[in-house]
């Protein structure tokens, strides 16, 4: 009998259903107030893998932060799952340094991918305050694909959007990262690591949408790469 992990939902099945699901995420609550600062879930894959991108990471991120200046600011909250079972959440913070001091605290382990404790984490942190957007950078799946797009499909439901950004081409993870964006409302998109503005680039154009929504996107990405550009494309589709 196949392991359950590695059954893939098929392009078939459901369509129907999908494009149903997207007409009720269409009806989830409206952004927030204009006024209030953003707050973003930034969460990576800390298993051996991703040791090099852990490390570039901890160097570009401030692009979320200097992107939303104008805009009134942006929250985050570093989300991490490594070794056996750990994931972890630190504080929401305001600023580069608090953010950069606890990434670089954390060492990559080897283990298993823990996606659905990241969106479950990310609901119980919308229920209690609005989330604006989920960063997720990861190069691999191996988890039930049935439970995470359930609760892919809530944060949908809550108007959550998922951007999930893939380092390397894995097919498991490509078609899995593609579907949980899809039902977020969100967007994906893989990254080349030979190119650090690439990257610094998707983070600030994600960090500008969770301070100031679609519009500021839009303005943002008229004058970056194509990768900003594909964004931007995918969230007009889901409006």
């Not at 893939?8 to 997207?22: N, Q």
């Not at 913070?93 to 606890?102: G, I, M």
């Not at 283990?111 to 404790?117: E, P, Y």
Request: hydrophobic share 40%; aromatic share 8%; glycine share 10%.
């Amino acid at each position: 009998m196949a392991d359950k992990r590695d059954k893939l939902p098929t392009e078939a099945s459901g369509r129907k259903e999908v494009d149903a699901f997207l007409r009720r995420v269409a009806m989830a609550p409206s952004p927030r107030q204009q006024g209030q600062r953003g707050r973003l879930i930034f969460a990576m894959d800390a298993t051996a893998s991703r040791e090099p991108t852990w490390d570039r990471a901890c160097h570009i991120q401030a692009e979320m932060f200097e992107a939303t200046d104008a805009l009134g600011g942006l929250d985050v909250q570093l989300v991490f799952y490594r070794g056996f079972r750990e994931c972890k959440a630190s504080p929401w913070v305001s600023n580069t340094e608090d953010l950069r001091r606890r990434m670089t605290a954390v060492g990559c382990l080897a283990g298993h991918t823990q996606l659905r404790r990241v969106l479950k984490h990310t609901l119980a942190e919308t229920a209690k305050r609005r989330v604006d957007a989920l960063v997720f950078v990861g190069d691999c799946f191996e988890e039930d694909p049935d439970a995470v797009g359930h609760l892919a499909g809530e944060l949908g439901l809550r108007g959550v959007p998922a951007f999930v950004f893939q380092e390397g081409d894995d097919p498991v993870a490509r078609r899995m990262f593609g579907q949980v964006a899809r039902l977020t409302r969100g967007a994906y998109c893989r990254f080349d690591l030979s190119s650090a503005q690439q990257l610094k680039d998707l983070l600030g154009a994600v960090a500008v949408y969770a301070a100031g929504g679609r519009k500021a996107l839009a303005s943002y990405g008229g004058g970056r790469g194509q990768e900003v550009r594909q964004i931007t494309a995918q969230l007009g589709r889901g409006k």
